[in-house]
């Protein structure tokens, strides 16, 4: 009931594509979905952020696309660069269980020059 | 650009032994969590800690943890008896205030148990 599912596990996008990144959860009281960007050695740093109240929420090369009766999100890299390859995780918050964020599995993103 | 910050960067220690890894959150937040991400797998919760106590906790969390704002600034993690599964890394957040949901991560702590 806590998890959020993420996928692809990996994605190999060529420089200028369009990256994908899907997250799924059955935790109707998930009120808030982040998107964390985490390079190797470092600690993971907030991208972009939904509320369920909006279905899509855009910040320059990074849409977070929001499915609320599909209970799905998804992040979109327009304009894919060498620079965003890093792992990505969703994560999500429940509103009846304090502010701990549960997060996804991590998606590993390699944009080839 | 204010930032989470952590020290040490990378701690060793023999199983059995105590350890303190430290955080200074961004300086006026108030809520504060501690999160741990084992290698090559995802982040999980330990812990938040609000007003001076601790408002929430995962199961990870046991009786060989405990937290601690020692002083205005700072905000530490003991793991009183390491075993070898607490090898990983720990990172420290913080956010602003209840109603403010974005949390801000340090760089983390690579903990190796021996």
Not at chain 2, 46 to 70: A, C, G, T, W
Request: charged share 20%.
């Amino acid at each position: 009931q806590q998890q959020v599912k993420q996928s692809p596990q990996s994605l190999i996008v060529q420089k200028g594509g369009i990256s994908i990144i899907n997250c799924a959860y059955e935790n109707t009281a998930f009120d808030y979905f982040p998107w964390y960007q985490q390079f190797p050695g470092k600690g993971p740093a907030l991208l972009i952020a939904i509320r369920p109240d909006v279905s899509e929420k855009k910040e320059g090369r990074f849409t977070i696309s929001f499915n609320k009766s599909a209970k799905q999100f998804s992040l979109h890299i327009m304009d894919s660069q060498p620079g965003d390859s890093a792992t990505y995780f969703c994560a999500a918050k429940d509103e009846t269980s304090g502010s701990r964020l549960t997060f996804g599995e991590g998606t590993q993103l390699t944009v080839n020059p | 650009e204010p930032e989470v910050t952590q020290t040490p960067s990378h701690q060793v220690t023999q199983m059995g032994q105590e350890v303190i890894l430290r955080c200074v959150p961004i300086s006026n937040h108030l809520y504060f969590y501690w999160y741990r991400q084992i290698l090559g797998q995802k982040v999980e919760f330990l812990v938040s800690f609000y007003n001076n106590e601790i408002s929430e906790k995962s199961e990870i969390f046991d009786d060989q943890f405990s937290v601690e704002r020692p002083d205005g600034s700072n905000f530490t993690l003991k793991i009183r008896s390491t075993k070898l599964e607490d090898s990983a890394m720990y990172f420290c957040a913080s956010s602003k205030d209840r109603g403010t949901y974005e949390q801000y991560f340090g760089p983390g702590t690579r903990l190796t148990v021996t």
